[in-house]
Each structure stands twice: as structure tokens, then as C-alpha cells.
């Protein structure tokens, strides 16, 4: 008797269980009025968000990190949160995910998403060597205002009128050198020979003694391996001279003039040439 009483509790339950289940299913199965807080990111720069998170809409960097070293900030609690709350200092339209800075001076540049911090960062071979990639045709062509504004948000770079060492060494190889890239003649015409490539001795802190070479790789007849070979002085030159006839008004804002506050020997962050590291989280 105990057993068939527990037995017909066990069966009531179960049947109370499902027509519980049953009425759930049938109510989620009728079409609502869409809550207010579930909405796709929009033009306006709003997040996706939910019921248990509000709608905020992202900041447009203006430059509140200018003059700040990356090594103090980075450290600071809270700072990641703060950088996911601006848009892209460059695109201008992604969320930012990480802080970019300068890895010669240690300044911050701004927030940045990750696609153009991938692309900003130099293609190294070793620690004094890049590949200049097809992405830098964007960096100093299709886009070239908006990477320079980027760049001189560090005021070691602004000040000096240059760029950081890898980046000028690219485009001395990519820009400066242009004319001296060999090409080959193939079924739609000729095109560029090889993959360009750029190594430099010393340092941007030694100018004498640092020296840029330009060379050719994987040239398919095995020819023109050193294109030139440029002083860090005379790349420092071109790039000023180009800047201001590509940029005036990135030009102006930089100078020599503009050094206060700078230290007299800039110094240098380690590069992470691995691609660890270079995020804030």
C-alpha cells in the first residue's frame, strides 16, 4: 500500500510538471512587443545591448591620454574599461580594445580596435628588420592623413617631425625608394619585383651611426638584392619634407619648437616583436 501510494505522488508530480512546462512553451511561442534594451548596434555608435545592460553610447577619443607614458597608464585600475568606452582613435567607428602607444618614446597615441592595431604594428622579421608588406600602402597612401595624425599624438615623434624607427624604415623602403623597385614583366603586364624588405644598424638614438638598407627579396631571376642604403638623418629629412607637402596641417602642429617638457634623451621602449603584450587585456 505504502508503494502504490508513493508511486501515484510520484505519477501527480509529473503530470503537474509537464502541463507547467507545456503553458511555458505555449506563452514564449506568442510573439511579443521587442524590449527596448535588445537592439543591434547602431549608426550612432550604440552597443548591442540587453535587459541587464543599458544602453551607452561610445566617446570619441580627443586626445584626454595625450602625454601620458604607456608604462604608468597601463597600470592604472580601471583604465581597460575606460578605453573600451571610446571608439577608435584612427577608424573612427570600431569600439576600442587596446591602447596603442609609441614603443621608442613610450607615449600614448589613443585607443585603438584591433584590426588597426594589427594593422599599425610593423611586420618584423628580427628585432631591426621589417617586411614591407601590401598593408602599407594603406598606412602611406589610401589613408596616410589618419595614420599620421595617429602617430604624432606621441610627442616624442610630433616633436621630432619623424616616426618611430620601424615605421620610418618602412616607408623610406615603401615611399622613398619607390622608384628604385625593379619590375618584371608577366602576363598582365609587369609588376613589382619581389617583397621589400628593410634592416638598419644601430638606433634612432645614435642618428650617426644608424643606417637603413633596402633590399629585394625572393626576385625571381635572383637579381637586385640592395636597393639603397639610407642614413637615419637623411630618412629623418625626406620624411619631414613629405609630411609637410602630404599633411600640412599634421606638418604644422609638429616642429622642433614644440619640445618642452620632453626629455632630452628619449627613452626607448622595448619593441614586443611577438605579438604578446601588446594589449592592455
Known sequence: MVAAALLDGAEHSEARWLQAAQARQASSAVPGPPSPHRQARAADNR??????????????YTGELEGHLYSVLSRKPGISGKVAGW????????PAAVL????EHGYVRGPVCQSCNTLDRPDHLYSNDVRVADRYTRLFDTHTVDWLRHWHRCPGCRARTTLPLPHLAAWTAHTACRPLRPT??????????????????????????????????????????VLAQVGYREAAERFGAWL????????AAAGPDRLDGLPTQSRPVTADTSGEGLALF
Open 244 to 251: 609637410a607637402e602630404t599633411a600640412p596641417d599634421v606638418a
Open 87 to 94: 571608439t577608435c582613435a584612427v577608424c573612427r567607428t570600431a
Open 100 to 103: 596603442d602607444h609609441c614603443h
Open 184 to 225: 618584371h614583366r608577366g602576363s598582365r603586364g609587369r609588376t613589382p619585383c619581389g617583397v621589400l624588405r628593410v634592416s638598419w644598424t644601430g638606433s634612432q638614438n645614435t642618428p650617426r651611426s644608424c643606417l637603413l638598407t633596402v633590399t629585394v627579396d625572393f626576385c625571381p631571376s635572383g637579381e637586385h638584392r
Open 47 to 60: 552597443q548591442t545591448t540587453s535587459p541587464d545592460c543599458p544602453t551607452t553610447p561610445l566617446r570619441t
